[in-house]
């Protein structure tokens, strides 16, 4: 015959340590940034950039695609084609 067993005597097993433990994270101080000369309050003027000049930094050749007008275009041998909707300036 089976005998019930009282569970609460019976001792139980602790969960493992996790392996890894990510180190604390380092301390951060804020600094001020050094003047910058030729100005009177020391922080530079942002300047706000045009859609062309946003497309060349992003790898883009800067020109608008006459269908979409996203400022999407790369080129694509002597020509350039819109990455976003396809069409090319004229080459095939």
Do not use: H
């Given at each position: 015959?089976?005998?019930?067993?009282?569970q609460s005597d019976i001792?139980?097993?602790?969960?493992?340590a996790p392996a890894f433990e990510p180190p604390a994270?380092?301390?951060?101080?804020?600094?001020?940034?050094?003047?910058?000369?030729?100005?009177s309050s020391g922080l530079a003027q942002a300047k706000a950039l045009s859609a062309s000049e946003m497309a060349r930094l992003?790898?883009?050749?800067?020109?608008?695609?006459?269908d979409c007008g996203?400022?999407?275009?790369?080129?694509?041998?002597?020509?350039?084609?819109?990455?976003t909707c396809g069409t090319t300036t004229g080459c095939s």
């Amino acid at each position: 015959m089976a005998q019930w067993v009282d569970q609460s005597d019976i001792p139980r097993a602790e969960p493992p340590a996790p392996a890894f433990e990510p180190p604390a994270a380092p301390s951060v101080t804020a600094r001020a940034a050094p003047p910058i000369s030729g100005g009177s309050s020391g922080l530079a003027q942002a300047k706000a950039l045009s859609a062309s000049e946003m497309a060349r930094l992003k790898g883009y050749e800067g020109d608008s695609c006459g269908d979409c007008g996203q400022f999407t275009m790369v080129p694509n041998g002597t020509c350039l084609k819109c990455i976003t909707c396809g069409t090319t300036t004229g080459c095939s």
